[in-house]
């Protein structure tokens, strides 16, 4: 299994450079347990859900905490065939294979989401949508995550394409990964987008 | 068929509120054949694929030209079972049916780009993803589309989960049209996503 992200961060000021990379900071803990690869549009990340998504958490939550208007952008794959099996992201999480039922999918990720959520005191409005690949079942796959974020305690509102969210981070994050893992099949090939924004002057519309 | 696209326009700069609402500006001839409304998040624009990826382009190339490091995300779907028929969105370029045959798909996806493409001056680097859904054939639709991005003019190279380009953003937005268009079933349901980065302090890497 390939499970791995591709992550971008605008923080909207003159001086992004610095921001960016003082925010690159936070993953230093991560990098024994996540490949980390660099250029100028994304950051790949690749390593198991246990890692990338506190990763991610980590990378946004760093710029938002000092009030600049601050966006992640993430793409995240699981189990595309046109990637080798890598070592690194193994995990027990990933041998979990999601109930085929709807109802129960749902009721598994939301009991898998932790317990004791940390707030990390960043307001975050969100928008994510699920690609299962491979598969004829995509859009009853598509509609259980979407039963699962409505009760998620992050559920905002539906928009096209997507689905709102609006939590503090540490909510967003974990329900994100479960989201991720919790719909499509287990061993298949899925893919997760996700929009994360803290501080806009516009606010919630 | 409805075909539509989420977008996010990032100017990394202090003043980002007032250079996106002067590249807003540039949706403006659009607004009697796109549906466009905007949130904290993201743009949505629904409409045919001839008025879609010009529109995007404009709202990218206003605040690129200035010279401020600007960033696109887009989300393009088309197809979507989950969303209704939409008058605004039809267009014959919708009734085509991509060829079977790969290498048929390639030729008349490369045959669609205009050849009069107009040099906007603004030189973009590019990473797109297609992901052909309700389909088990999904790779080889993908496989077909990067065979075409490697003859479009703009290819750069490949990274995990997307493939690099390397334009003038005048070549990069009909590039990723034509990659939208040209591979998975002509009414079936498809999603391109694309971030477009001009400026970048660090160039390409």
């Given at each position: 299994?390939?499970?791995g992200a591709?992550v971008?961060?605008?923080?909207?000021?003159?001086?992004?450079?610095?921001?960016?990379?003082?925010?690159?900071?936070?993953?230093?803990?991560?990098?024994?347990?996540l490949?980390i690869?660099?250029?100028?549009?994304?950051t790949l990340l690749v390593g198991?859900?246990?890692?990338l998504?506190?990763a991610?958490?980590?990378?946004?939550?760093?710029?938002?905490?000092?009030?600049?208007?601050?966006?992640?952008?993430?793409?995240?794959?699981?189990?595309?065939?046109?990637?080798?099996?890598?070592?690194?992201?193994?995990?027990?999480?990933?041998?979990?294979?999601?109930?085929?039922?709807?109802?129960?999918?749902?009721?598994?990720?939301?009991?898998?989401?932790?317990?004791?959520?940390?707030?990390?005191?960043?307001?975050?409005?969100?928008?994510?949508?699920?690609?299962?690949?491979?598969?004829?079942?995509?859009?009853?796959?598509?509609?259980?995550?979407?039963?699962?974020?409505?009760?998620?305690?992050?559920?905002?509102?539906?928009?096209?394409?997507?689905?709102?969210?609006?939590?503090?981070?540490?909510?967003?994050?974990?329900?994100?990964?479960?989201?991720?893992?919790?719909?499509?099949?287990?061993?298949?090939?899925?893919?997760?987008?996700?929009?994360?924004?803290?501080?806009?002057?516009?606010?919630?519309?």
């Amino acid at each position: 299994m390939f499970i791995g992200a591709q992550v971008s961060l605008y923080p909207l000021c003159d001086r992004f450079a610095e921001v960016i990379l003082a925010a690159v900071a936070a993953l230093d803990p991560y990098r024994d347990r996540l490949r980390i690869e660099t250029d100028d549009i994304s950051t790949l990340l690749v390593g198991p859900p246990e890692n990338l998504f506190p990763a991610m958490q980590d990378l946004f939550v760093a710029p938002a905490r000092t009030g600049v208007h601050t966006v992640l952008q993430a793409t995240v794959s699981r189990g595309c065939p046109g990637e080798p099996d890598d070592p690194v992201c193994r995990s027990p999480v990933l041998e979990r294979q999601p109930a085929a039922d709807a109802d129960r999918a749902i009721a598994e990720a939301l009991e898998r989401l932790p317990g004791d959520l940390v707030e990390t005191g960043v307001s975050a409005a969100a928008q994510i949508a699920l690609y299962p690949l491979g598969t004829t079942e995509h859009m009853a796959d598509i509609g259980a995550c979407i039963g699962f974020l409505r009760r998620s305690g992050a559920y905002d509102r539906p928009k096209n394409f997507c689905t709102r969210l609006r939590a503090d981070a540490g909510r967003v994050f974990p329900v994100m990964a479960q989201a991720f893992l919790g719909f499509g099949a287990g061993h298949g090939h899925a893919v997760l987008t996700a929009t994360v924004s803290a501080n806009s002057p516009s606010g919630a519309v």
